[in-house]
């Protein structure tokens, strides 16, 4: 403390240090111009490479109407494309792995949204709104010793 303040009015006279400024996102490339990331959802871990292109997104080497069958499924990866008007600006490539096909897709979107950002961070602020940026936390319950899974318990008999 550079400045002791004994009374009341000496704390107006005060003058608070400057804020901070806020944190500056940069662009973060390879050396073959790709933006990667990796998101996770569950047990599931997706690698996410993004560079400039048509519009491709290649899932595990296969396209990702193919691997992600479900609409619903199809739809959870282009959330972040569409509410950065990017739909069909850039090629993406992801390797996913871990978990079931939901948890997966819930990665591949993480991943991609983290991708975006880091190519181009003036994204940020939206994909943050939309909360395509924050990790889903929720995972499986652990099983307890004295339970038949999580939470259920044996059945009760009084004899």
């Known amino acids: 403390m550079a400045t002791e303040a004994k009374t009341l009015s000496d704390l107006g006279a005060i003058k608070p ?3 901070a400024d806020a944190p500056v996102h940069v662009q973060k490339l390879d050396k073959l111009g790709r933006a990667y990331a990796t998101g996770k959802r569950k047990d599931a871990v997706a690698r996410v490479w993004i560079k400039p292109g048509k519009g491709t997104i290649t899932v595990n080497d296969k396209d990702y109407a193919k ?3 479900r609409p619903v499924l199809q ?3 282009k959330q972040p494309l569409a509410a950065a008007n990017r739909l069909t600006q850039y090629d993406i490539r992801v390797s996913v792995s871990g978990g079931g096909l939901s948890g997966q ?3 591949v979107r993480h991943g991609i949204s983290k991708a975006l950002t880091y190519f181009e961070p003036e994204l940020r602020g939206t994909l943050k709104k939309g909360g395509f940026l924050t990790r889903d936390s929720r995972t499986v319950e652990r099983k307890k010793y004295g339970r038949v899974k999580a939470r259920r318990s044996f ?3 009084k004899r």
Do not use: D, H, V
């Open 155 to 157: 059945q009760f008999s």
């Open 105 to 107: 897709a819930g990665a």
């Open 67 to 69: 691997y992600f069958a």
């Open 75 to 77: 739809m959870l990866l």
């Open 17 to 19: 240090a400057a804020p």
